[in-house]
């Protein structure tokens, strides 16, 4: 299963140019990951893990410009000894368009902030968002 996002594009995310500015895409991707997280492993928090995102590769495709919604898709592809990468994929709604496609590698930490290895539960809660 992958989670979907929408966000409608407004004149306080342009550059001088006329379109999004390269920051606002992360925030944009950020905003996914917190309805990810919000909607389907509230779990998490009220075990007292924590999500920490340790490394971002964004690779910029297209320009999204005043009035576009952009749909963001969010899959978890790999999962690792103690991280994970959630893919996130956005694309103008109604077309093929891509936009921004972004590896997020992330940890779940434990209340003493150290990453936790990727099994048991947090398996269970973060498998049904794999690719």
């Not at 920051?23 to 990951?33: C, H, K």
């Amino acid at each position: 299963m992958k989670n979907h996002t929408e966000i409608k594009v407004r004149g306080y995310h342009l550059d001088l140019y006329g379109h999004v500015n390269n920051a606002r895409y992360l925030e944009f991707i950020e905003e996914a990951r917190w309805a990810l997280f919000e909607e389907h492993l509230g779990n998490l928090a009220a075990k007292g893990y924590s999500f920490f995102v340790v490394n971002i590769n964004i690779s910029y495709q297209s320009p999204a410009t005043l009035g576009d919604t952009l749909e963001i898709d969010s899959r978890i592809t790999r999962f690792g000894g103690k991280s994970c990468t959630l893919r996130q994929t956005m694309t103008k709604k109604g077309t093929a368009t891509p936009v921004v496609e972004a590896d997020v590698t992330f940890v779940i930490a434990g209340p003493e902030g150290r990453a936790l290895p990727v099994e048991g539960d947090i398996r269970e809660m973060l498998a049904p968002f794999a690719a």
